[in-house]
């Protein structure tokens, strides 16, 4: 059975019980569908308004763009930003927000070389229905026919077919920059990336100029700030609705029939009329407890080596719905670990928060312990807030394609401190704050050794 037949099953079996509610649940009952509904639905429900506040722009610029058109970043985000915080000064980030309900669309990546990029659509539950990208499609120019869950036809000749699964889709494309130097190149290969509606394919398309707003959202408010700040049954009520065009998974299905006794099944019209004071008390104090248990997740996104932490399973969240959920919050659209493994850490050896007040550091990975990737790899330093580090040199990450010294052995040693050292390791030198401060390790196409998680990052060390 497809994912829309089952949650159309689910919807048409059960329906909403909000009426009778009193008379077929406890109190406590209601508290722990209320808490798992909440479990469930927090990433449709955040995914649409980052759909929609990515979306909220009149024309192409900085990181937004209408519906079905791409938003380039034309540089790396610099100690200033505060627009994202865990920035990435690896590759520079290309967005957009597309629906294929109307039509298929035709996306187009010009001839890329040996140069890494990945192309990720990230569906309305956070999950990665495909990317594309040079580990995959080589560095060829490419079209991409990009169709909606129900579509069926021939795919055109020439083109790679990507099947959405829900309607709301968000793409990330990643393109490897080495710095300023390369920013003329870069912003060129963007230029190229073109979204074309299907019917337009083969004709003088031409983007829109101008796009009118879509004043029935708020694009202008963090999403933080929005999703949180929702009234419980304005929250239900969004996520019956995004049921009905963005499916669940079919591993979901317990979970469908489970929120379902609440009323909360694909339609339209939820709403907590029929349900007495004493319930809607009762779900109150399961989404409290709901949004509790991402908080304490959000502090625990993977496995503790090293006092590093490393996460596995980014985009492959299966029914741990706490997980998903505080991944959501945290950050849309993590890689698949097939294309990149982040591990980051804010401990030292000692499992003592890392503090640039406090001490200088060290990270040495040995010869036969380099960070195992196929393409690159980097370690970049983000303060207490994760936002990058103002440092004299304006230096945010160094790695094996940074210009560094490497020791008599093949080791390379990192210096992670507030004071510029001695100039003999300037050249490995990743500027810290003179505070509590976090580092993220990036690992491009990694290699076995990651699958088998027989490699593991070394301890940072306290250098003094």
């Not at 929609?52 to 079905?68: F, G, H, I, L, R």
Request: hydrophobic share 40%; net charge negative.
């Amino acid at each position: 059975m497809s994912k829309f037949l089952t949650t159309l099953f689910i919807a048409l079996c059960f329906g909403s019980i909000a009426q009778t509610s009193d008379h077929r649940l406890s109190n406590n009952e209601i508290k722990e569908l209320a808490k798992d509904a909440y479990l469930f639905g927090l990433p449709a429900v955040w995914i649409e308004h980052q759909y929609y506040v990515n979306s909220y722009a009149t024309e192409a610029q900085n990181a937004k763009a209408p519906v079905n058109q791409f938003a380039h970043g034309r540089a790396f985000a610099n100690a200033e930003s505060r627009e994202f915080v865990g920035a990435n000064t690896d590759v520079l980030i290309s967005s957009a927000s597309i629906n294929t309900t109307d039509e298929p669309l035709v996306i187009t990546l010009p001839e890329m070389g040996d140069r890494f990029w990945l192309m990720q659509f990230i569906n309305t539950w956070n999950g990665v229905p495909a990317v594309p990208t040079s580990r995959t499609h080589g560095g060829q120019a490419r079209t991409f026919f990009v169709v909606s869950p129900e579509w069926s036809g021939e795919v055109p000749f020439g083109m790679d077919l990507v099947r959405t699964d829900t309607e709301i889709t968000l793409i990330v494309l990643r393109t490897y920059c080495s710095g300023v130097e390369e920013y003329a190149e870069v912003n060129a290969l963007q230029d190229e990336v073109k979204i074309i509606p299907y019917s337009q394919w083969n004709k003088d398309y031409q983007v829109p100029a101008h796009v009118a707003l879509n004043e029935t959202v708020d694009g202008t408010k963090d999403v933080n700030a929005l999703v949180f700040g929702k009234s419980n049954e304005t929250f239900f009520k969004d996520l019956s609705r995004l049921l009905i065009k963005n499916p669940a998974y079919t591993v979901d299905t317990p979970m469908m029939e489970r929120i379902a006794k609440l009323g909360i099944t694909p339609r339209e019209d939820f709403s907590f009329e029929g349900f007495s004071k004493a319930q809607i008390k009762a779900i109150d104090e399961g989404v409290a407890e709901a949004k509790q248990a991402i908080f304490a997740r959000a502090r625990d996104l993977g496995e503790l080596k090293n006092n590093w932490i490393l996460t596995y399973d980014m985009g492959r969240f299966g029914t741990d719905y706490t997980y998903r959920s505080a991944w959501t919050m945290i950050g849309v659209g993590g890689n698949l670990l097939e294309d990149a493994f982040y591990p980051t850490t804010i401990l030292d050896a000692d499992g003592e928060i890392l503090d640039g007040s406090k001490h200088n550091y060290t990270l040495t990975f040995t010869k036969e312990n380099m960070p195992p990737a196929h393409t690159f790899w980097s370690l970049t330093m983000y303060d207490d807030e994760s936002y990058l580090v103002a440092n004299e040199i304006d230096r945010y990450r160094r790695g094996d394609r940074s210009d560094m010294t490497y020791n008599a052995d093949g080791s390379v040693t990192i210096y992670m401190q507030a004071e510029r050292p001695s100039e003999d390791k300037v050249s490995n030198w990743l500027p810290a704050p003179k505070r509590g401060f976090r580092v993220a390790l990036r690992i491009y196409t990694p290699m076995e050794s990651v699958f088998n998680k027989s490699w593991l990052p070394p301890a940072i060390q306290k250098n003094n």
